[in-house]
């Protein structure tokens, strides 16, 4: 069965960067886009990009141009997030989610989250 | 970008009863030249990722119960669950997909009354 299992809870100050992944398993990795989503604490999901899988293309939405990095490695089918410059409004649970085939903005499949919490 | 505005915030229904979540986009996401909406939705429960119900604002996901249901066009829409059961506690999502940035509804929290 489908499944995308992400990494664990991180804990980070300030400053610092964070890399998150995303392994899928049960399908052809570079038949689906991956998709990021940010759900802040008390707020509703917030869209952050794709990445292509097929090309590697990324494709971000306006406001994670700057200091966030999708990235892929094909060969273990895995999706990465990076972000760097780690700031506390970055405090949130992130997820990736699988794009269904003939469109990659729904999304049939989601990891469990990561939480990322940024405090000194 | 496209706002999304889902209401109630929250509702208690009782087990069996029918629960109505509405949901209301800032600007159409009917793609004319196919005659689709561009909507979604989405079942979050706590400590779960959460789940695709129905997309093309009516069409259930494959295994979804059809309890589940998706209506509207246009800029209004609503997702019905007809027969609460009390696995069926959680956030509801719409989502629009018909411009970027994709955007997500508030969210509406359903419970058992």
């Known amino acids: 069965q489908v499944q995308l299992v992400q990494s664990g809870s991180e804990l980070k100050k300030p400053g610092a960067s964070v890399k998150v992944s995303c392994k899928a398993s049960g399908y052809t990795f570079t038949r689906h886009a991956i998709n990021w989503v940010r759900q802040a604490p008390g707020q509703g999901p917030e869209w952050m990009g794709w990445i292509n899988t097929n090309t590697g293309n990324p494709t971000y939405a306006q406001d994670f141009t700057r200091r966030f990095v999708f990235s892929l490695d094909t060969s273990v089918s895995t999706a990465y997030l990076q972000i760097s410059s780690l700031k506390a409004e970055d405090t949130a649970v992130y997820y990736c989610?699988?794009?269904?085939?003939?469109?990659?903005?729904?999304?049939?499949?989601w990891g469990q989250g990561t939480l990322v919490t940024v405090s000194s | 970008d496209i706002v999304m505005t889902q209401s109630p915030d929250s509702l208690a229904v009782s087990l069996g009863e029918r629960a109505t979540i509405n949901c209301k986009s800032s600007?159409?996401?009917?793609?004319?030249?196919?005659?689709?909406?561009?909507l979604v939705w989405y079942q979050h429960k706590p400590g779960q990722p959460p789940k695709l119900l129905i997309y093309?604002?009516?069409t259930r996901e494959s295994g979804v119960p059809d309890r589940f249901s998706g209506s509207g066009s246009g800029t209004d829409f609503t997702l019905t669950i007809s027969g609460l059961q009390a696995e069926d506690v959680a956030v509801y999502y719409c989502?629009?997909?018909?411009?970027?940035?994709?955007?997500f509804g508030g969210g509406t929290k359903v419970e058992i009354k």
């Open positions: 989610a699988r794009g269904q085939e003939i469109a990659v903005e729904i999304f049939d499949s």
């Open positions: 989502q629009q997909h018909y411009s970027a940035p994709l955007t």
């Open positions: 600007q159409s996401v009917l793609y004319s030249s196919n005659n689709k909406n561009y």
């Open positions: 093309w604002a009516s």
